[in-house]
């Protein structure tokens, strides 16, 4: 299949549903891209998923150019793209793009993604200019973590309604080429999606956005705690992981592991005359 691009996605507004999945390195990109889903997302969420830490803040820039890298050596035909850590864009415009640049020229990002809405337009519209393809991130965008006071859905109420509505316009207006909702009223990421003209991609958004992305430790059941409502587990990867490594442990214990056929052998004639 040949590698989707930019225009490829932005089409998309008049479907088929695009779909998207977070990988950080080439063995997950390469599983990713088997399945054909449309879209990898080199997300911040490997903060939480892989590092063990509570919340996406304490991701660098290096570290995500460096996850970005492992994804695409294993030449995804998914587009994909990466995140802008927290911090990485909100200095300036000219820091913002030079930040973005190390995504694309060292991690070999195809498009670039950062959270927020009116206030992030200056940066938005300085990516465009250097020829960086950006994806939007609005609702309940989890860099927002300290002044949101935990991870709660938003736009419950008619002026954050109105005010998310204004958001994915103005940043449509500014050039992004799609738009990820998260953590919103279904209905209310029904309006976005009809008041903008580039796809929207929902995360516990509801069923009416234009495409639908998870993280990959949900979609599998690679987890073992708490689960969010939009989660659907689409296997139980964990469960099958432990027992995989159970049966290592018992066979290892056992001495059945491993056997002849899993071993290398000697020409019997070296091991007749070294056992002279
Ligand atoms: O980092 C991430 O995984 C994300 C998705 C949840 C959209 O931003
Ligand atoms: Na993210």
Redesign the pocket.
Known sequence: SEKITVPMIRARKQGPKIS?V?AYDASMAQIVDRAGVDMI?V????AT?VQGHED?LSVTLDQMVYHAAAVNRARPHCLVVV?LPWLSYHISPEETVRNAGRLVQEGHADAV?LEGGRKRLSVIKALVNAEIPVVG?LGLT?QSVLTMGGFRVQGRDLQAAKDLIADAQAIAQAGVFAI?L?GIPDSLAALITQSVNVPT?G?GAGAQCDGQ???YHDVLGLNLGHLAKFVREFAQLAHTATEALQAFHQEVQAGSFPTDKESYHFDKTVLQALQQ
Do not use: A, N
């Open positions: 998207m977070t997302l997300g911040d969420s490997v998923t996406t995140d993604k991130h989890p990820v998260e991609i995360i992305v998870l993280v």
